[in-house]
């Protein structure tokens, strides 16, 4: 599989069910969590993560997306094959997806957020 180029992101994420984010367990993978993952959701796209840290607290908030040990390759594609038979649950992670990074992640709650510390200092 080739890289996909920045313009046809959003395409080829949106012709898929589902998205994956497979994370090597890591201390920096353990804080941040990758922007790709909002990339993903605010398609409306639910998403299976190897990984843990701070995305753990997202999909637990949002309920769009299943957590994975790192590494455990079984548990991914269970997780995957869950999804696929479970249409109804990858749909309804799908909308949480969506609703989760309009509500707190969109360039509209970034702008409110960002001058509301800029009134605090003034």
Avoid: Q
Wanted: charged share 25%; glycine share 4%.
């Amino acid at each position: 599989m080739e890289l996909t180029k920045e313009n046809d992101l959003v395409s080829r994420i949106n012709n898929s069910d589902l998205t994956l984010l497979p994370l090597i367990s890591s201390n920096v993978s353990k804080t941040p969590h990758p922007s790709k993952i909002f990339e993903y959701m605010a398609c409306g796209k639910p998403v299976i993560c190897a990984g843990a840290g701070a995305i753990e607290d997202i999909f637990s908030r949002s309920e769009a997306g299943i957590i994975v040990p790192s590494g455990d390759l079984e548990k991914f594609t269970k997780s995957i094959l869950h999804l696929y038979h479970n249409r109804d649950i990858l749909d309804k992670m799908g909308i949480n997806a969506r609703k989760y990074t309009v509500e707190n992640h969109s360039m509209d709650v970034y702008m409110k957020n960002f001058n509301k510390i800029l009134n605090s200092l003034s």
